[in-house]
């Protein structure tokens, strides 16, 4: 990983006064290095607790609940010897690796075409590709059946103009291209950060050696990606494993079922739910993430490769594409309005409207019931509040851990470096509502009054809401961090800076980009983060999730609608806020 | 997570009438304040007094329990999968009725939930659990036929109600939410009165109505429940769903049944929960159309009974007993949920059993028993059910 050894680190004379007599190290251990094994206790113990109490249960036989289980293999057992559970897995081989490709289409040109080249209304182009990031893909989904659903807004029109309707929403096609505008932007955003930091020397070099436009972006910029394309690639291959809203809403009429959806169907709305089974389908889900982990790991082991921010700066020059830049506005103006416009549109307008239906003028029932219905009940407006303080907490806490931990991850002779990084990225592999089943269990296990002090408070939540969100803040500042040359730590370490002092002199403002964008990110991430809560959450700790939740099972759309349009809003103000923040740093 | 249990739910549609459709202010406060006062003030107290202002027919020593209650702190913790809505006139009249319970919360969980967590928590030691309400049936029985599980109570109430009040030992109707059919009125020309009908319509024109009809999932708790109630209730009940079903496509919450029904994309649909089914007929305009099927409406009653070693026993004692009162009841339906006593008055927007007994028949109602039923032949149910799809 890096030139420095470890004699440098510890032979100092000043790091002896600090001795850490928990660590056993031959060597007095210094600050950094301290810091370093509380990061690993720290993630260690998040990512632990709840992921002890589903192993267990996937090898018990009775819920862990009751005291007369025993060990047993018979979860597993029926798990795969469940009927139709073959098909289960196909689905979802077929669901996540299409999103996780067509979100690369999406989000692969776009970043390019809006950060490299001069594109007519780049920036708004921009800005609106991560619409749909900020809706839960639950009132995204639902967006896309009002239009484009069998009965839907654009169905009925192009059944109307031509006949017939030539796409399936209801179908794994369809789950997935839905799926991939909803999590595209989490991709964009990773190769724009990326981007962002692209080392113009190595452009320039393709264009002294006489290399167009056309062949730079493909010869230099695009290979250049591949960090941020691995670590997106792998967050939404793991995120569309887990996810439930889109395959529960497409796939249950057409009874196309998909791995959540089975959890869903067999463990928690069943109607005697096993808890083994659960445990023992999480188990799957985590061996499977861990191994795209490994995947990546192998992929970008040359990381060296990629680094682009030198000690020599050069601002990169803008592209220019002639008429193509043209043809490519307008594909990114018509995926922007059909993908994401159109149904966050109709979102809002949903939430001013009784009903919503082709069947009859919407104008008609105009109102604001629906917004009423929510400023009404204390307990509804006390989910918006409790969003906002998880997810501005929440996101703090979680996006600075994420930044140390890339550090020792990606920027330390700590021995245990890479546990850290699997550690930061294994909750990808939980499903929310099992890390909400794990953390009730974990923290009725605590010791002692300390469980009982924390259950039932917004600190449960944060805390499973901030590890569900890790993996997305460590995932967008680790591919930042990589493309920082090591000379300018090195440097730094030769003027006699220590870890700490490195990473607070050099890295901090070149980071701070990066863990503006993760802030952003895990803020996101949070607000919309439901199922995690459904079992941690308590009368008075709901979510804007679980409000959400209960008033579509009411068949209060529109107030779905209202809540949803409400989150929109307090996130679009936050990212506006946070941007010109971002702006005001690296103008600096 | 979505759609889970729509069995869980209703609006409170006596608590949002005000004439705001055309009001375009934004204020947040405004829109609160208008809220509030739109409340109507409600129900007169029971009658008879003997000085506890209780009735007449309560024991002579229930005033130990008042005492009792007060002591107590004032708080009442519920787990439930109720809705606030449905909460909120219970809740005032009693906290009207009882003035030293000033906290009560109510923790909204799935069906299921309430039972696993109050297991949890009960294995652990710490259960802060005064009472448990909730409609999954299947999970209520199988919960309360564990030792010790719940407190024995029998409520001063229950020689006031018919026999069904009472559901299992210790557990108690709070209220009997009725299963109905929903079509779009706009879009089919003859309208479906049972699900034989429906059968009927279906038949008439295979073309037109397939993947048009939308019926709950039966792989999921609350759909099987009433799919098996429904066909141990009405003896043609197979032969209807092997006209329908064919055609039929599983949602997995009567809000989604509804929304896609009002959007089209289904034309009719049957085992929808009468809680969101009223405000969405109410709201559509003359589109939907919600009806009690005459050749079986299931009734599935709302369990509610007191934990063991409840933190306040007293005070879950008074809840369970007011919400079987009459004050209750009328409470119940105000609140969105279907109450049964007989003296509750249908007033504009209330719904109560007697209504369903009245446009069904009161020979088409199944009420649902409280009784596990086993794993093979929950089994041999789904399975055939699920082959009848298209």
Redesign the interface.
């Known amino acids: 990983m890096t030139l420095l050894s470890e004699k440098k680190v510890t032979t100092s004379a000043r790091t002896a006064i600090l001795p850490a007599p928990k660590y056993p190290r031959v060597f007095g251990a210094g600050r950094g290095r301290l810091l370093q094994y509380v990061v690993l206790a720290v993630l260690a113990l998040f990512v632990v607790a709840p992921i002890v109490p589903i192993l267990y249960q996937s090898v018990r036989d009775k ?5 007369g289980g025993i060990f047993t293999a018979a979860n597993y057992l029926k798990l795969f010897t469940d009927a139709g559970f073959g098909q289960v897995i196909l689905n979802t081989a077929i669901f996540a690796l299409g999103t996780t490709f067509l979100t690369l289409v999406i989000a692969i040109p776009m970043a390019v075409l809006v950060v490299r080249t001069r594109l007519p209304f780049g920036r708004l182009l921009g800005l609106s590709m991560q619409w749909p990031f900020f809706v839960s893909s ?1 009132i995204l989904g639902f967006g896309w ?2 239009l484009y ?4 807004f654009v169905s ?1 029109a192009v059944r109307q103009a031509i006949g017939v309707v030539p796409w399936n929403l209801y179908s794994l096609p369809g789950m997935a291209v839905t799926e991939a505008v909803g999590l595209a932007p989490i991709a964009y955003v990773f190769c724009v950060n990326a981007l962002r930091q692209a080392d113009a020397s190595l452009e320039s070099a393709a264009q002294v050696c006489g290399a167009g436009p056309l062949r730079i972006l493909f010869t230099v910029v695009v290979p250049m990606l591949r960090p941020p394309i691995v670590y997106s690639s792998i967050l939404v291959f793991s995120m569309s494993l887990e996810t ?2 889109v395959p ?2 497409y796939g ?4 196309i079922q998909v791995f959540s959806t089975f959890l ?3 463990g ?6 096993d808890y083994g089974i659960l445990g023992a389908a999480s188990t799957l889900i985590l061996l499977v993430t861990i191994a795209t982990v490994v995947i990546q790991a192998k992929v970008l082991k040359n990381a060296r490769r990629f680094v682009s921010v030198r000690g020599k700066a050069v601002r990169p020059r803008l592209l220019e594409l002639g008429w193509i830049r043209w043809v490519a506005a307008v594909g990114i103006v018509i995926y922007v309005i059909f993908g994401a416009l159109l149904p966050i549109l109709g979102l809002i307008f949903r939430s001013f409207t ?7 003028s919407p104008l ?6 629906n ?3 929510i ?3 204390p ?2 407006v006390q989910s918006i509040t409790n969003s906002l303080t998880i997810a501005a907490v929440g996101a703090v806490l979680v996006s600075s851990l994420a930044l140390v931990a890339v550090l020792v991850a990606r920027r330390s002779t700590f021995r245990f470096a890479r546990a850290v990084e699997y550690l930061a990225l294994a909750p990808q592999a939980l499903p929310g ?1 099992i890390v909400g089943i794990g953390f ?2 974990a923290f ?2 605590l010791p002692g009054s300390l ?2 002090l924390i259950q ?1 408070t917004l600190a449960t939540i944060i805390i499973a809401f901030g590890l569900r969100a890790l993996p997305t803040g460590f995932g967008s500042i680790a591919p930042a961090i990589m493309q920082i040359g090591h000379e300018l730590d090195q440097a730094a370490r030769t003027s006699g800076a220590d870890w700490l002092g490195t990473f607070f002199r050099v890295l901090r403002s070149l980071l701070a980009p990066a863990f503006v964008g993760a802030l952003i990110l895990t803020f996101v991430t949070m607000i919309k983060e ?2 995690a809560a ?2 941690l959450s ?3 700790t ?1 979510v804007i999730g679980t409000t959400m ?2 008033l ?6 529109g107030s779905v609608a209202a809540l949803a349009t409400l989150q929109l809003a307090i996130t679009a103000v936050f990212v506006a806020l946070a941007s010109l923040f971002l702006k005001g740093r690296s103008d600096a | 997570m979505n759609g889970s249990v729509s069995q869980r739910s209703a609006t409170g549609r006596g608590v949002r009438k005000a004439g705001f459709a055309a009001v375009a202010a934004f204020s947040v406060l405004a829109l609160t304040l208008a809220g509030c006062s739109s409340t109507p003030a409600s129900a007169p107290a029971d009658a008879a007094d003997d000085g506890t202002g209780m009735p007449s027919y309560y024991p002579s020593d229930y005033s130990s329990i008042l005492d009792a209650s007060k002591a107590e702190g004032g708080e009442l913790v519920i787990y439930s999968n109720t809705d606030q809505e449905n909460w909120a006139p219970i809740f005032r009249d009693f906290q009207k009725k009882y003035p030293w319970v000033t906290k009560i919360s109510a923790n909204n969980l799935e069906s299921d939930a309430v039972f696993q967590r109050q297991l949890s928590e009960m294995a652990t030691g710490a259960a802060p659990a005064d009472m448990l309400i909730s409609n999954a049936v299947q999970a209520w029985a199988t919960y309360a036929g564990q030792a010790d599980t719940l407190l024995d109570y029998e409520s001063p109430e229950l020689a006031e109600l018919p026999d069904y009040a009472q559901l299992m030992p210790n557990v108690y109707a709070m209220s009997l939410d009725p299963i109905g059919l929903a079509y779009n009125a706009s879009l089919m020309e003859e309208a479906p009165t049972s699900i034989a009908a429906l059968a009927k319509i279906v038949a008439a024109d295979p073309k037109k109505y397939q993947d048009k009809i939308t019926t709950r999932d039966v792989n999921g708790a609350f759909g099987f429940t009433v799919s098996q109630a429904f066909t141990e209730g009405t003896a043609s009940a197979w032969k209807s769903l092997e006209g329908i079903l064919p055609s039929a496509r599983p949602e997995t919450s009567s809000g989604t049944q509804l929304e896609k029904i009002l959007s089209g994309e289904y034309l009719a649909g049957f085992y929808i929960s009468s809680a969101p089914g009223y405000p969405a007929e109410e709201k559509s305009g003359g589109l939907l159309k919600f009806v009690y099927p005459t050749d079986g409406t299931v009734v599935i009653g709302r369990g509610i009974g007191i934990t063991p070693k409840a933190p306040h026993e007293a005070t879950a004692k008074l809840f369970l007993d007011f919400v079987l009162s009459e004050d209750g009841q009328n409470a119940v339906a105000e609140g969105g949920l279907t109450s049964y006593r007989d003296s509750v008055e249908l007033t504009e927007g209330r719904h109560t059993y007697q209504e369903i007994e009245k446009t069904a028949g009161k020979d088409a109602i199944i009420r649902v028993p409280y009784t596990v039923v086993s794993d093979a032949d929950v089994k041999t149910f789904v399975t055939r059910w699920d082959g009848l799809l298209g």
Do not use: C, H
Not at chain 1, 63 to 67: F, M, R, V
Not at chain 1, 149 to 152: E, F, N, R
Not at chain 1, 252 to 255: D, H
Not at chain 1, 354 to 360: K, V
């Open positions: 819920p862990l609940y009751d005291a639950l059946i009002t659903g069998p009965a839907g009925s439930l809203s529960l809403l249950t009429p057409v009874r869903y169907t067999n928690l709305q069943s109607i005697s739910p009784l009903i919503f239906t082709p069947l009859q008609k029932t105009l109102t604001l019931d917004y009423e219905r400023f009404t009940y307990v509804y509502i009730f269990w009725a296990l469980g009982g039932g439901y199922s459904l079992f308590s009368a008075n709901n939740l209960e579509w099972v009411q068949g209060n759309t």
